[in-house]
Nanobody, 117 residues
Framework: QVQLVESGGGLVQAGGSLRLSCAASGIIFNYNSMGWYRQAPGKQRELVATITSGDSTNYADSVKGRFAISRGNTKNTVYLEMNSLKPEDTAVYYC???????????WGKGTLVTVSS
């Protein structure tokens, strides 16, 4: 019924930048918030950044000052601009969104970001 599709992942050198995009396809819902999570090999999935419908943002301490989350002018899209990338940022990055009406959380399938040293 609904799918969040991430794009923009790839291989980048340490210190470089990358921008991830996430867009809804299929049924479009009114979302309270959208965000990015990541999961590195052997680690739990962790929050990276979120943005609410009111454009309030929060970030994991590990990415503050380096990453920026934003919504696109086209609704139900979200971006993650990643700067000063570090090898420890290597992970599969997942987009998610919380539906306003039900609280159901939608997840994307993930996009791999690999940061080389």
């Amino acid at each position: 019924q609904v799918q969040l599709v991430e794009s923009g992942g790839g291989l980048v050198q340490a210190g470089g930048s990358l921008r991830l995009s996430c867009a809804a396809s299929g049924i479009i819902f009114n979302y309270n918030s959208m965000g990015w999570y990541r999961q590195a090999p052997g680690k739990q999935r962790e929050l990276v950044a979120t943005i609410t419908s009111g454009d309030s943002t929060n970030y994991a301490d590990s990415v503050k000052g380096r990453f920026a989350i934003s919504r696109g002018n086209t609704k139900n899209t979200v971006y993650l601009e990643m700067n000063s990338l570090k090898p420890e940022d290597t992970a599969v990055y997942y987009c998610n969104a919380v539906r306003r009406a039900t609280g159901v959380i939608d997840w994307g399938k993930g996009t791999l970001v690999t940061v080389s040293s």
